[in-house]
């Protein structure tokens, strides 16, 4: 019997929000459904982004979207968008990202978007 060694260059590209990035995102998730304020959310993967996506209402736009961006090059490997689209915060650190949305309240996103 000959062994193959197989070799995958994709094994050490990210394709996905890591364990610690997804904590982050779930803690800051969770609390805001505890509260009432958010109901749903989804998650876009393509080849150059994946996306987290967070809804007020399964049927509406997302009220935020966590984007990482698979291939930068630069700084800016995190975004932070509105419902309209509109890019809130760009960051090389998730955790800058998630305190935008932690200190303020979504009630005043909302009465932005209306």
């Given amino acids: 019997m ?5 070799k995958n260059n994709n094994l050490n590209k990210e394709n996905f929000f890591n364990k610690k990035e ?3 995102i779930l803690n800051i998730y969770g609390s805001m459904v505890s ?19 967070i809804y007020r209402k399964a049927t509406e736009n997302p009220l935020f979207e966590i984007i ?5 090059k630069q700084n800016n490997k995190y975004q932070l968008k ?3 689209g509109v890019i809130i915060k760009t960051s090389d650190a998730l955790s800058s990202i998630i305190k935008v949305i932690s200190k303020k309240k979504t009630s005043k996103y909302l009465n932005l978007v209306k």
């Fill in 82 to 84: 509105d419902s309209s």
């Fill in 2 to 6: 000959k062994l193959q060694l197989i």
């Fill in 22 to 24: 997804l904590q982050e």
């Fill in 68 to 72: 990482k961006n698979l291939n930068y």
């Fill in 35 to 53: 509260s009432g304020e958010w109901k749903d959310y989804g998650i876009y993967v393509s080849k150059n982004i994946v996306s987290f996506e």
